[in-house]
């Protein structure tokens, strides 16, 4: 009866061993799976973000240098100054276009044909004339002078210097002809064609002309919006979520305002910039397209999560903060202020930082407030108009020449790293000035 007994214990026990075995099998296979699956996620989520660069850093990259043409220019003074007084009004409206035309007439005299010379003066970019105007006001005494002037080239021939222009394609669909390549050679073979670095990309506003158009304006106009938005945003958010956290009563009216400033934050932004539209421009009549509208908007659309990060960064400050000042006969007020506020400021920083990129990044309420707008002159205060870096990079996106392809990819570079540096930033002061307990 024993060994009966024995033996059925024995094929439970063996039983039981065989069916863990399968299951301990089952659950790592469903482990491996598992694991595959989630490597397989972010290797595709690399491969699409390094997709993403890639296509940007090439398209973009050639944006950061622009050609430039030497010409020998005759500062004629029958076409700069006849009255030969140097009159600065005379000097500044001159025909310096005709200087250009007449330098390039000397280097190809075969070209002939009204045609034919439109082409060979598309050459050069319509800055050229404006490099030589102000050379000549700064610079008087090279009225009735030669000299050799670097212009810099029409955004067509910058395109094909780039290689950005495919010479193999039938003529009739590229609009740099064969003429112009043989011109465009003609130049690199005499020396007279170089690659510098494009200044007039972060020093100029916008432009009609590719190779004339800059960010600085846009840029600027996002540093006056930011600014606006952090002196509005960060103060009143603080305040917000020190007495949400510290003084406020625990009843329905102070959970229905916590419930709003949550759904706040995941309100799409454009319904902000109807807001704005509605409020700041028709009902209190501020300027339209101007950086105070846009920052007035985008901090409305940052404090709660300007809000949102403040009150997690009070609440992570130990209790006994507060009970030890209070103890040794602080107030409330005290307490807050000299004890609570700087353990919890370096994680109200952080989330001000993350906001305020959210903020340089946004597009859809500033072009509810008009910031759309083709705007040549750089802002010089916040009630100026401008535009934005993000809207820049849309004007320019649906623009149909060629060379505004490379710099809405630049532009997008440019908005990429300061995205960049200000989460750095943000990990930054983080990292150095919390304090874990």
Same mark, same amino acid.
């Given at each position: ?308 990060? %403040?009150? @997690?960064?009070?609440? $992570? ?6 009970? +030890?000042? *209070?103890? /040794?006969? !602080? ?65 320019? %996106?649906? @623009?149909?020449?060629? $060379? ?6 630049? +532009?997008? *570079?440019? /908005?990429? !790293? ?20």
């Amino acid at each position: 009866m024993s060994n009966e007994l024995t033996r059925k214990k024995f094929r439970s026990s063996a039983e039981t061993l065989r069916l863990v075995e399968a299951s301990l099998k089952q659950r790592t296979r469903r482990e491996k799976r598992f694991q595959f699956f989630g490597i397989a996620s972010v290797v595709i989520s690399i491969a699409f973000v390094g997709l993403f660069f890639t296509s940007i850093i090439s398209q973009g990259y050639t944006a950061f240098y622009q050609t430039y043409v030497q010409l020998d220019i005759n500062f004629e003074a029958e076409l700069i100054d006849p009255q030969g007084n140097r009159d600065p009004q005379a000097i500044s409206s001159a025909n310096y276009q005709q200087l250009v035309r007449n330098s390039l007439a000397d280097l190809f005299p075969d070209v002939s044909g009204r045609k034919e010379k439109r082409a060979l003066r598309g050459l050069i970019s319509v800055g050229g004339e404006y490099q030589l105007r102000d050379m000549v006001m700064a610079e008087p005494g090279l009225i009735a002078t030669v000299a050799q002037v670097w212009v810099p080239a029409d955004d067509e021939l910058d395109m094909y210097f780039k290689g950005r222009v495919d010479i193999n394609a039938e003529e009739i669909n590229r609009r740099f002809k064969d003429q112009q390549v043989g011109w465009a050679e003609a130049l690199r073979a005499g020396g007279r064609v170089e690659s510098r670095f494009n200044t007039i990309f972060f020093t100029s506003g916008d432009s009609r002309d590719p190779e004339m158009a800059g960010i600085w304006a846009a840029a600027k106009g996002s540093f006056f919006m930011l600014f606006v938005t952090l002196i509005i945003s960060f103060p009143l958010g603080v305040a917000a979520a020190i007495y949400l956290e510290e003084f406020a009563p625990r009843n329905r009216w102070v959970d229905l305002v916590e419930v709003n400033i949550n759904n706040l934050a995941a309100v799409p932004s454009i319904v902000f910039g109807l807001l704005g539209l509605s409020v700041f421009i028709n009902f209190f009549s501020l300027p339209r397209s101007a950086p105070l509208v846009g920052g007035l908007v985008l901090a409305l659309m940052t404090m709660p999560t300007v809000i949102i990060a %403040a009150r @997690s960064a009070i609440t $992570a400050v130990p209790p006994s903060i507060r009970q +030890a000042a *209070l103890g /040794l006969g !602080a107030s409330s007020v005290q307490t807050v202020v000299h004890h609570v506020l700087p353990l919890a400021m370096p994680g109200m920083l952080t989330g001000a930082i993350l906001g305020l990129a959210r903020a340089l990044g946004e597009t859809a309420p500033l072009l509810m407030i008009g910031m759309v707008a083709f705007i040549v002159e750089i802002p010089q205060t916040p009630l100026d108009p401008s535009s934005a870096l993000p809207v820049q990079i849309y004007l320019w %996106a649906d @623009s149909p020449e060629r $060379a505004f392809v490379e710099r809405t990819s630049a +532009a997008i *570079l440019v /908005l990429l !790293a300061f995205l960049l540096v200000m989460n750095a930033g943000a990990v930054w002061l983080r990292s150095k000035f919390e304090q874990r307990w």
